[in-house]
């Protein structure tokens, strides 16, 4: 199991120098690191000072860097769809379908590159894994992707069987089933098997993300006034996809008293400017351990004996964070992120007696 | 109908603050602009000086502004799916889930926010549409969309069809809609209706991209040497979503000879530093006329009497673009993005007789 570290803040504020500088770090440290880069372009090369490829190479001890090409992401996912396919369906049917074909919808990159993530993880190579991302809501969507998709199938699943088609068709389905599948099915759901793999592989990521020693960002910022404030905003976004914060690290400006009461309760480390000519000691010198994670306020603790929720929400005030009980999970809508809370058997399907936002605490009762 | 403008670049490279000075721009000359947001961060308000929401709001003569929120959007979108069912389902059955509960999974933002400006664009309130977005890739799968989601919706019909589950399936489908469906369908398939209206918004949302009187782009650029290279990239990659790029805005940098040739046949323009006070005039004043996105090259000609297809592809060599012909379209890699192209009848099913790339003009023959 790797570590999995990533960077939020502003664009140009130096996420991916700093991205590359930690991972420097930790290889001449002896772990074994990739250095995951997302967007396609140009730029990562540039600053990494290497031509970059589409699988890990090595480009120095313990350090591999690999540039995500999500066109041969896809191309692969796609071969692995049609192998389950192929083990399903007595005659496929996606076959006449090419990976080379296949265009790239909006979400596929950070899917594709998040099932990537999860296959370098799994590989059991990496001691950590650096991704180096957009650094702005679209990681923080990536990284609730396991949580809210397993939410919706869930939740989807149950309104598929109870609607009028299905229950007009499912008389059908059993026979038809079993004369083009190559499995027999017993049980209510045509598609249960297959969505049974896709929960374990999801709940999995969503323990993994929720985890600080599997799983943990870093604050970027410049001192400029916007860059700050979308610092800060990110930091109460993660808690919203259960990712956990683990410090600030303020590029070429210093670490000040107020700075640091403005984002209490984690640390912040001062980082001095790239020096021309490759010299990354003092950067790489400058950054902080980045274990703290793990002691730092988690996104979200229950305890079914006070029968109590507390999420950590800082960056937001009371009328930014929203509490609703429609369906049938607790909603947290706050900083455009929605989160419906998995309970514990213990509180399933109580209904919530009192909440009160208090010190960036959101403190729910049942 | 209104001119959409976006603005593309590296992060940092001022996109924003020259996204608002053309909206400054172009109000003051009378036009009716509205300016969209993507990020729901404070940037966007910090940069702009006023408070922003997640519906229009005037803040100068002829300027409104909006900063979308997906959480809301997905609400209201959610709704009209509600309805839509209800129209064609004798017993709704997703009115059960509320559009509160709905969280964000990655590609809703853009595919929300493109739908936002779609229907922007058709209640006919505004001349200019100027969208703030990521201004990278993931702009660019959003413009994408309605192409390639036009193509899984061909690609996969078909496909569907074809499938021993759908065929065993099919004899029953007739009798169980017309028992659970307020209207009658004929024909095969049996949601043919509503993939036809789909299509139809797809198939103007495609002709719209594709015409630089309707949506254009420019690029955003520091000195820096990543900046640079991202803009250069981002020009030929938008070609390949079918997005004309009107020019390039220097931000903060001379407009030398060198820069012309680099980017030819484009104009550049040398933007100045926004003062601090507030003082936009001369940013403004600066700003070229972005009319002159009609006047460079399309991203695709087709020439039905010489047989031909002609692709301009700048900033590519020839082993960064890939022409395949694996399933009944033609298909162009380059820049992570996959197009294919939907050829005129007279071509339509014909296989590929030469290719040839030369001067960022990729050239097919049939």
Redesign the interface.
């Known amino acids: 199991m790797s570590l999995i570290l990533t960077f939020l803040g502003?664009?140009?504020?130096g996420r991916t120098t700093i991205a590359i500088a930690a991972a420097k770090k930790l290889s001449s440290l002896g772990q074994r690191v990739l250095l995951v880069g997302q967007?396609?372009?140009?730029?990562f090369g540039?600053?990494l000072g290497v031509a970059t490829s589409p699988d890990p190479q090595e480009i120095g001890a313990n350090l591999k860097v690999v540039q995500l090409?999500?066109?041969l992401l896809l191309e692969r996912a796609w071969e692995e769809v049609k192998n389950l396919e192929a083990q399903y369906?007595?005659?496929p049917?996606?076959k006449?379908?090419?990976g080379?074909?296949?265009?790239?919808?909006?979400?596929?990159?950070?899917?594709l590159a998040l099932n990537a993530i999860r296959e370098y993880d799994k590989s059991g190579h990496y001691d950590v894994i650096i991704y180096d991302g957009?650094g702005?809501?679209?990681t923080l969507?990536?990284l609730?992707?396991p949580?809210?998709?397993s939410?919706?199938i869930r939740?989807?699943r149950k309104?598929?069987e109870?609607?009028?088609?299905w229950k007009?068709?499912s008389p059908?389905?059993q026979p038809?089933?079993s004369?083009?599948l190559n499995v027999s099915w017993t049980g209510e759901s045509f598609a249960k098997e297959p969505t049974q793999q896709a929960n374990t592989i999801l709940e999995q990521g969503t323990a993994a993300i929720a985890d600080p020693n599997r799983v943990a960002a870093y604050l970027v910022t410049s001192g400029d006034?916007?860059?700050l404030?979308?610092a800060?905003?990110?930091w109460g976004s993660s808690q919203q996809v259960g990712l956990t914060v683990g410090g600030v690290l303020l590029n070429q400006i210093p670490a000040t008293e107020p700075l640091a009461a403005e984002f209490a309760p984690l640390g912040i480390s001062a980082l001095p400017k790239l020096s021309s000519g490759d010299e990354w000691e003092p950067l790489i010198d400058a950054l902080p351990d980045f274990k703290q994670a793990t002691q730092v306020p988690r996104p979200i603790t229950i305890d079914t004996s006070t029968r109590q929720v507390q999420l950590f929400l800082p960056s937001f005030d009371k009328k930014q964070v929203k509490l609703?009980q429609?369906?049938p999970?607790v909603?947290i809508?706050a900083?455009?992120?929605?989160?419906?809370i998995v309970l514990p058997p213990q509180l399933r399907g109580q209904s919530v007696k009192g909440a009160k936002f208090q010190n960036n605490y959101l403190t729910i009762s049942f």
């Open positions: 502003k664009g140009g504020t967007d396609p372009g140009p730029a540039l600053l090409h999500s066109t369906l007595r005659s049917t996606l006449n379908v090419f080379q074909e296949l265009g790239i919808l909006p979400g596929m990159d950070t899917a957009s702005d809501q679209a969507r990536m609730g992707m949580e809210v998709l939410w919706y939740r989807f309104v598929v109870d609607s009028d088609v007009s068709l059908f389905v038809v089933t004369a083009v006034t916007a860059a404030a979308t800060k905003y990110l609703t429609y369906g999970e909603t809508e900083g455009d992120q929605r989160r419906n």
